[in-house]
């Protein structure tokens, strides 16, 4: 018996320790295939984060841009408003300024003469605008 028990210890400790050896391999595997699976995630992080960088870079610049459109805009809206009143009506203006000295109390005489209307049409604008 003692005979057996020399045979089957030792082998009962090979077998442990080819179950150890084949248990720390498994894990060695696990742990390599983690490593990749690790490298790979921060590849992509540095490539998300690369590529947010860049959307941003392209916000802030279609930003600027939309500013400098918006700022021609108004400079061309301004210009325009300052065309139409170069291109206004020369006899519009002759009644807006008979409007005026209407409000500032002038009489029918000196609109027809300082606006050169027609002393009807002088009357019509004191009737309506006079006070």
């Not at 006899?91 to 009489?107: C, D, F, I, R, T």
Request: hydrophobic content about 45%; aromatic content about 4%.
């Amino acid at each position: 018996m003692n005979e057996l028990f020399l045979w089957i210890v030792p082998a009962v400790l090979m077998l442990a320790i080819v179950g150890l050896w084949l248990a720390i391999q498994k894990r060695q595997r696990q742990i390599s295939a983690l490593k990749l699976l690790f490298h790979e995630q921060q590849r992509q992080i540095t490539s998300v984060k690369a590529e947010i960088h860049e959307l941003r870079t392209g916000t802030l610049g279609v930003g600027s841009r939309v500013q400098d459109v918006e700022g021609k805009l108004a400079q061309a809206m301004e210009r325009q408003e300052q065309l139409s009143q170069v291109n206004i009506d020369p006899q519009s203006k002759l009644y807006g300024h008979a409007m005026k000295m209407v409000e500032l109390g002038a009489n029918v005489d000196d609109i027809m003469r300082e606006c050169e209307l027609p002393r009807g049409e002088a009357e019509l604008l004191v009737s309506l605008h006079g006070k």
